[in-house]
């Protein structure tokens, strides 16, 4: 195992783009608004938790259970699908019985650490030192972390009005990967 700073730079950028904890702002704060406090601590450590052992066990047990990468890979898109459906049309599709939070469900899986992030670290595996692709996901969880814990600020820096057109940009955004991840994988389903 060679540590390579470079390696820790290419692969934090792809990681924090397709997990992109930016644009699921409106996601955060629409999520807090329905189900209450958001414990920023235990949805960045449970993500950082789930994409670690994804890396070194994700292929092997996926394998196990029987269901190939693209197969996970669609399903996630499908969940993606609809929550984009939620910020576009301000519909509410996720329910919980007694909903007390929503710091695992929907938030560090699949939000965080959902199917694209997962599928992207197992082509990164095969181009990059394993050392190198966990440092570049505990630099993504500490932003995590920090978006997670200020997204009540951004909610009142951007007000109702702003929150609300980022809501519809980003679900559009949202909706456009998971096509993109859908249309990706989905082909290899039939080969």
């Given at each position: 195992?060679?540590?390579?700073?470079?390696?820790?730079?290419?692969?934090?950028?792809?990681?924090?783009?397709?997990?992109?904890?930016?644009?699921?702002?409106?996601?955060?704060?629409?999520l807090?608004?329905?189900?209450?406090?958001?414990?920023?601590?235990?949805?960045?450590?449970?993500?950082?938790?789930?994409?670690?052992?994804?890396?070194?066990?994700?292929?092997?047990?996926?394998?196990?259970?029987?269901?190939?990468?693209?197969?996970?890979?669609?399903?996630?898109?499908?969940?993606?699908?609809?929550?984009?459906?939620?910020?576009?049309?301000?519909?509410?599709?996720?329910?919980?019985?007694e909903?007390?939070?929503?710091?695992?469900?929907?938030?560090?899986?699949?939000?965080?650490?959902?199917?694209?992030?997962?599928?992207?670290?197992?082509?990164?595996?095969?181009?990059?030192?394993?050392?190198?692709?966990?440092?570049?996901?505990?630099?993504?969880?500490?932003?995590?972390?920090?978006?997670?814990?200020?997204?009540?600020?951004?909610?009142?820096?951007?007000?109702?009005?702003?929150?609300?057109?980022v809501?519809k940009?980003?679900?559009?955004?949202?909706?456009?990967?998971?096509?993109?991840?859908f249309?990706?994988?989905?082909?290899?389903?039939?080969?």
């Amino acid at each position: 195992m060679i540590f390579d700073w470079k390696e820790v730079f290419t692969v934090g950028m792809v990681l924090f783009a397709v997990i992109d904890i930016v644009g699921t702002i409106p996601i955060i704060v629409d999520l807090r608004n329905k189900i209450g406090h958001i414990h920023a601590e235990r949805a960045s450590l449970v993500s950082g938790l789930i994409m670690i052992s994804f890396l070194f066990v994700g292929e092997g047990m996926l394998k196990f259970i029987g269901v190939d990468v693209k197969s996970f890979a669609v399903a996630g898109s499908i969940v993606l699908f609809f929550l984009a459906l939620e910020m576009i049309l301000g519909i509410s599709i996720y329910k919980d019985e007694e909903p007390k939070t929503a710091s695992i469900v929907p938030l560090a899986f699949p939000l965080i650490a959902g199917a694209g992030t997962m599928t992207t670290l197992l082509s990164l595996r095969s181009e990059y030192q394993s050392i190198n692709i966990v440092v570049a996901i505990l630099i993504n969880i500490v932003i995590v972390y920090a978006v997670l814990k200020l997204s009540g600020k951004i909610e009142k820096l951007l007000g109702p009005t702003g929150l609300g057109v980022v809501r519809k940009v980003f679900g559009v955004v949202l909706l456009a990967i998971a096509v993109k991840l859908f249309a990706a994988n989905v082909k290899g389903l039939f080969v």
